[in-house]
């Protein structure tokens, strides 16, 4: 059968989804059911417990298919990038009504009422979608209970002008891998919130992300670097904000880095590795 990538198609020991029938061998395919996210940001692991490696996070309001459920676990899909794992079955909840808006503020918080000394019920992220009904004042009322800083908010088809702007947002937020949100976030997910909030859809990791984000750069033969260039290691991607400066969420400094990009080249050389590739982004998504 052929071979396809267990982060973006959903199949494992005895279940595939439907829609792979054909493509793997499976016991049993299931069809899956469309659930939303209501935690802040729910942890995807590689298994069922909570010990296991963090791949990514998937934010507040974004949807997915559970394929199948077992001891407070989902074996899951995203919809928005594809990714394939197991989430806490707590953070999910029916599918609402459309997002009218996301967060576009790093983090905000929502309230009971539409008032900052009220105990907070939640914290969401940036990029977090949400279906906004009344206002009160300079809150928001949001559909499933709470208000929120309208201010922190967009239409969700509003695209932020520099992906690059946002991504330098981030400076100083620690490094956690798997993460996707300021409390803690990874090389490939700085990029793909950041190019996100720009409109552009990019794959979770950065092995996809060298694969298929934008056009790519021939910089072992000299191309000119600008700002808005992927740059790739094996197992690493950041951002170059000019020709010269490099942004990028590390493991070295453990936090999210600005630095010159003769530095970070030579560092990450000095540890064994090259330069694998960049990518240049369309202007436009």
């Keep these: 059968m052929t071979k396809l990538d267990p982060r973006r198609h959903a199949f494992r020991d005895g279940l595939a989804a439907s829609a792979l029938r054909g493509s793997v061998k499976a016991e049993r395919y299931a069809e899956g059911e469309r659930r939303q996210v209501i935690a802040s940001a729910l942890p995807l692991r590689r298994a069922p417990r909570a010990a296991a490696s963090l791949d990514t996070e998937a934010l507040f309001g974004e949807t ?6 077992d001891d407070g676990w989902s074996w899951v899909q995203l919809d928005h990038d594809g ?24 983090r905000t918080y929502v309230f009971p009422e539409p008032d900052a000394k009220a105990p907070p019920l939640q914290m969401l992220s940036l990029n977090a979608r949400v279906n906004i009904g009344e206002t ?14 309208a201010a922190h908010l967009v239409p969700v088809r509003a695209l932020a002008p520099d992906f690059v702007a ?18 803690g976030l990874d090389c490939s997910g700085l990029v793909q919130l950041a190019a996100a909030a720009a409109g552009h859809a990019l794959p979770r990791d950065a092995d996809m992300q060298e694969a298929e984000a934008g056009e790519p750069l021939d910089v072992l033969e000299g191309a000119e670097l ?30 999210v880095e600005l630095e010159p990009f003769a530095d970070a080249r030579a560092r990450i050389k000095n540890a064994g590795f090259e330069i694998t590739g960049a990518r240049r982004l369309c202007s436009k998504p």
Excluded: C, Q
């Design 166 to 183: 946002v991504a330098e947002g981030f400076l100083g937020a620690p490094y956690l891998w798997g993460g996707r949100t300021s409390v």
């Design 226 to 255: 600008k700002r808005g260039d992927l740059i790739f290691w094996e197992g690493h991607v950041g951002i170059m904000t000019s020709a010269s400066r490099f942004l990028h969420a590390n493991a070295y400094h453990m936090a």
């Design 64 to 69: 997915l298919v559970v394929f199948d459920e």
């Design 83 to 106: 990714y394939v794992g197991y989430v806490p079955s707590a953070g999910l909840g029916p599918v609402g009504a459309a997002a009218t808006h996301r967060i576009a503020a790093l």
């Design 136 to 149: 009160a004042g300079p809150y928001a009322m949001i559909d499933t209970g709470g208000f929120v800083y």
